[in-house]
T-cell receptor, first 112, second 114 residues
Framework: DVKVTQSSRYLVKRTGEKVFLECVQD?????MFWYRQDPGLGLRLIYF???????EKGDIPEGYSVSREKKERFSLILESASTNQTSMYLC???????????FGDGTRLSIL | AQSVTQPDIHITVSEGASLELRCNYS??????LFWYVQSPGQGLQLLLK??????LVQGIKGFEAEFKRSQSSFNLRKPSVHWSDAAEYFC????????????FGSGTRLSIRP
C-alpha cells in the first residue's frame, strides 16, 4: 500500500508565526505535491517537486515556500501565517508523470 | 486552458438506488482522467483511472466510469449505493507537462438517504 504521512492531523497557530507542515513517503516516488482544499474551491496546487532540491510553483504559491532536502520528505512552510491560510492542506505523491497521485490524510490548519 | 467541471455540488440518493455523478473536462488532447473519493476528515483515495483503451473503466468499491470523447465527459456510476458511499467525489484530469499536474474539479458531495 502507498503510504503518505503528514505530521499533524490538526494544528493551531497564531498570526505571524512561521509554520512547518511535513510530508513523508515510503514509496520512493519522484513527484510530491502540496495542495490546499477549501469548501467550494476544490483542491488548489501550491507547490510541487519532481526531484530533490527541485521545486516549482503551482497555482497559488503566494505566502508559501517549500523544501525538499531528501527524496522522501517534502515540507510546506508558511513564512508568516495569516488567517486566510486557515485551510485543509493535503500532500500527494506520484511515481512518475501522468500516473495517479496518492494522498495523505491531510492537516487541518487553523490560524488565529 | 485545462479545466474540470462537476456541475452538481450536492446530490442525495436513497440507499440501494443507482448513482451517476457528472464530470466534464476541457483539454486539447486525449486526457488522463481520474475519480477520487474523500471521506470526512480524510485524504483523497483513487477510485479509478482512464489512460487509454476501453472507454468503460472499472474501479474499486463497485464504481465504474465511462469516457465519452464526443461529450468531453467522464461520468461516475454505481448500480446500487450503500450508506458508506456518502463522501465527496472529485473528478480530475492529468495535464501533460514537465511535472504532470492534475487539475481537480470542485467536487460533488454525495448524501445517502436511508
Amino acid at each position: 500500500d502507498v503510504k503518505v504521512t503528514q505530521s499533524s492531523r490538526y494544528l493551531v497557530k497564531r498570526t505571524g508565526e512561521k509554520v512547518f507542515l511535513e510530508c513523508v513517503q515510503d514509496m520512493d516516488h519522484e513527484n510530491m505535491f502540496w495542495y490546499r482544499q477549501d469548501p467550494g474551491l476544490g483542491l488548489r496546487l501550491i507547490y510541487f517537486s519532481y526531484d530533490v532540491k527541485m521545486k516549482e510553483k503551482g497555482d497559488i504559491p503566494e505566502g508559501y515556500s517549500v523544501s525538499r532536502e531528501k527524496k522522501e520528505r517534502f515540507s510546506l512552510i508558511l513564512e508568516s501565517a495569516s488567517t486566510n491560510q486557515t485551510s485543509m492542506y493535503l500532500c500527494a505523491i506520484q511515481k512518475v508523470d501522468n500516473q495517479p497521485q496518492h494522498f495523505g490524510d491531510g492537516t487541518r490548519l487553523s490560524i488565529l | 486552458a485545462q479545466s474540470v467541471t462537476q456541475p452538481d455540488i450536492h446530490i442525495t440518493v436513497s440507499e440501494g438506488a443507482s448513482l451517476e455523478l457528472r464530470c466534464n473536462y476541457s483539454y486539447g488532447a486525449t486526457p488522463y482522467l481520474f475519480w477520487y473519493v474523500q471521506s470526512p476528515g480524510q485524504g483523497l483515495q483513487l477510485l479509478l483511472k482512464y489512460f487509454s483503451g476501453d472507454t468503460l473503466v472499472q474501479g474499486i468499491k463497485g464504481f465504474e466510469a465511462e469516457f465519452k470523447r464526443s461529450q468531453s465527459s467522464f461520468n461516475l456510476r454505481k448500480p446500487s449505493v450503500h450508506w458508506s458511499d456518502a463522501a465527496e467525489y472529485f473528478c480530475a484530469v492529468g495535464v501533460y507537462s514537465s511535472a504532470s499536474k492534475i487539475i481537480f474539479g470542485s467536487g460533488t458531495r454525495l448524501s445517502i438517504r436511508p
